[in-house]
Nanobody, 126 residues
Framework: QVQLVESGGGLVQAGGSLRLSCAASGRTFSSSSMGWFRQAPGKEREFVAAISRSGSVTYNVNSVKGRFTISRDNAKNTVYLQINSVKPEDTAVYYC???????????????????WGQGTQVTVSS
């Protein structure tokens, strides 16, 4: 069993930065691939970024490349999402997710993740 708790969301002005954190409990964190997804009001939840078990491989959706950076600290059981140059369209609830199988392919698809956090709200003002 893995529990995920996101933090770091809030209200930020366009052009600013923030870092989201996702703290995981349980022994499987270091063997899990991790992902970040977001859901904007009235839209489907979408993939944002993912990272391999060791952190050596990362994936980003094209729309956030250059602005979003995913990283992890296995010693702290935490995965991060650094968001720079935020835009109003980044407003969403951000979720982290764990794939306990540690896949390295298909991480953009939600169905492969077996644990999800409750989400943290990010609101960007223009």
């Amino acid at each position: 069993q893995v529990q995920l708790v996101e933090s770091g969301g809030g209200l930020v002005q366009a052009g600013g930065s923030l870092r989201l954190s996702c703290a995981a409990s349980g022994r499987t964190f270091s063997s899990s691939s991790m992902g970040w997804f977001r859901q904007a009001p009235g839209k489907e939840r979408e993939f944002v970024a993912a990272i391999s078990r060791s952190g050596s491989v990362t994936y980003n959706v094209n729309s956030v490349k250059g602005r979003f950076t995913i990283s992890r600290d296995n010693a702290k059981n935490t995965v991060y999402l650094q968001i720079n140059s935020v835009k109003p369209e980044d407003t969403a609830v951000y979720y982290c997710a764990a794939d306990s199988a540690g896949r390295t392919v298909g991480l953009g698809f939600q169905r492969g993740y077996d644990y999800w956090g409750q989400g943290t709200q990010v609101t960007v003002s223009s």
